[in-house]
T-cell receptor
Framework: DTAVSQTPKYLVTQMGNDKSIKCEQN?????MYWYKQDSKKFLKIMFS???????INETVPNRFSPKSPDKAHLNLHINSLELGDSAVYFC???????????FGDGTRLSIL | GENVEQHPSTLSVQEGDSAVIKCTYS??????FPWYKQELGKRPQLIID?????GEKKDQRIAVTLNKTAKHFSLHITETQPEDSAVYFC?????????FGKGTTLSVSS
């Protein structure tokens, strides 16, 4: 069983569209995260949720809206996609904030 | 907030040599420092971590050292093998956010 699973693995779409990425963890962790990895491989935190509550919201455009229906799921919805949104988005989870983080396999988002 | 600098950005070694990657951090409140290895097209995977109350930690060929006073920490890989080739990221954590360095691409040639 994959510990942190993301769907879809690849997402190719047109500028201006709205899309969602789903993430689920079966590790029983309380904290979940979204990271963006750009073309230069730089990994940057976007959001952090602890037990369904938003803890961190870095300077991310409000076109990005995370939703956590329960502590095992953290989904990411993106409105009005722009070319600069092309990246790999990683979901991760940890038991609590300062514990090892386990990453999903990533979603490669390409905007045409 | 936390800022993590990582050097070098690329590192090429011969198989069997040692490799050292260095990071510095800015926030003295940071207390957790993991290292991740990312192979091409794959997810980052934790390889070793250290907390601020420890100066050194080893796991087989991998070791991490931490100097809290100087705010720097280093990854040491001994007896490198071709399968060690990957991008390595250091990170520092204050609160719930992991702040990553920009990565080091390690190439091990046989």
């Amino acid at each position: 069983d994959t510990a942190v699973s993301q769907t879809p693995k690849y997402l190719v779409t047109q500028m201006g569209n709205d899309k969602s990425i789903k993430c689920e963890q079966n590790l029983g962790h309380d904290t979940m995260y979204w990271y963006k990895q750009d073309s230069k491989k730089f990994l940057k935190i976007m959001f952090s949720y602890n037990n369904k509550e938003l803890i961190i919201n870095e300077t991310v455009p409000n076109r990005f809206s995370p939703k956590s229906p329960d502590k095992a799921h953290l989904n990411l919805h993106i409105n009005s996609l722009e070319l600069g949104d092309s990246a790999v988005y990683f979901c991760a989870s940890s038991l609590v904030g300062d514990q090892p983080q386990h990453f999903g396999d990533g979603t490669r988002l390409s905007i045409l | 907030g936390e800022n993590v600098e990582q050097h070098p950005s690329t590192l090429s070694v011969q198989e069997g040599d040692s490799a050292v990657i260095k990071c510095t951090y800015s926030d003295s409140a940071s207390n957790y420092f993991p290292w991740y290895k990312q192979e091409l097209g794959k997810r980052p995977q934790l390889i070793i971590d250290i907390r601020s109350n420890v100066g050194e930690k080893k796991d087989q060929r991998i070791a991490v050292t931490l100097n809290k006073t100087a705010k720097h920490f280093s990854l040491h890989i001994t007896e490198t093998q071709p399968e060690d080739s990957a991008v390595y990221f250091c990170a520092g954590q204050a609160g719930t956010a992991l702040i990553f360095g920009k990565g080091t691409t390690l190439s091990v040639s046989s």
